[in-house]
């Protein structure tokens, strides 16, 4: 099993910033639906953010297997990164790399000034979704307070 590392106080993840049982049967629903969300958070206009996250879904897909993806893209006007995350209701097709469906999406979007979307952010979370127990917390969890606490303690 992976070496899980918790995530801190200043990690860029904050409960209103967390999707249960998001409802959408396409990527591009859910990308719409956590850039509306990252737009009320940070009054980024929530156009640029999906178009920012569909093109970097075009070139390859954030699914990064056992049903997770982390789409990711860098976002002018940005001052911190931020990170969203969605549990869908139902599984969709990402076109991950191991051809299962996606039910967890965690998006994260960096300020432009880093080069590109915050990699030692999106490293740290892609680690700790590696962890089938984080996963199945994150599946069952009832509540968006429950899945911060999940993000913020780890396994």
Request: glycine content about 6%; charged content about 25%; proline content about 6%.
């Amino acid at each position: 099993m992976p070496t899980v590392t918790p995530m801190t106080s200043t990690d860029p993840i904050r409960p209103e910033a967390v999707l249960l049982d998001l409802r959408a049967r396409t990527k591009a629903e859910v990308l719409a639906a956590l850039a509306a969300r990252a737009g009320e958070i940070t009054g980024c206009d929530p156009r640029t953010v999906v178009r920012a996250l569909i093109d970097r879904e075009r070139l390859g897909s954030t699914g990064v297997g056992v049903g997770v993806a982390l789409p990711h893209a860098d976002i002018h006007g940005l001052h911190r990164p931020i990170a969203l995350f969605a549990r869908l209701a139902e599984p969709i097709d990402w076109e991950a790399i191991d051809d299962q469906s996606v039910e967890l999406v965690l998006v994260v979007l960096s300020p432009t000034t880093n080069g590109e979307a915050a990699p030692s952010l999106l490293a740290k979370f892609a680690r700790l979704l590696r962890s089938t127990e984080v996963r199945r917390r994150l599946v069952s969890c009832r509540t968006a307070d429950r899945a911060f606490e999940i993000f913020a303690g780890g396994v």
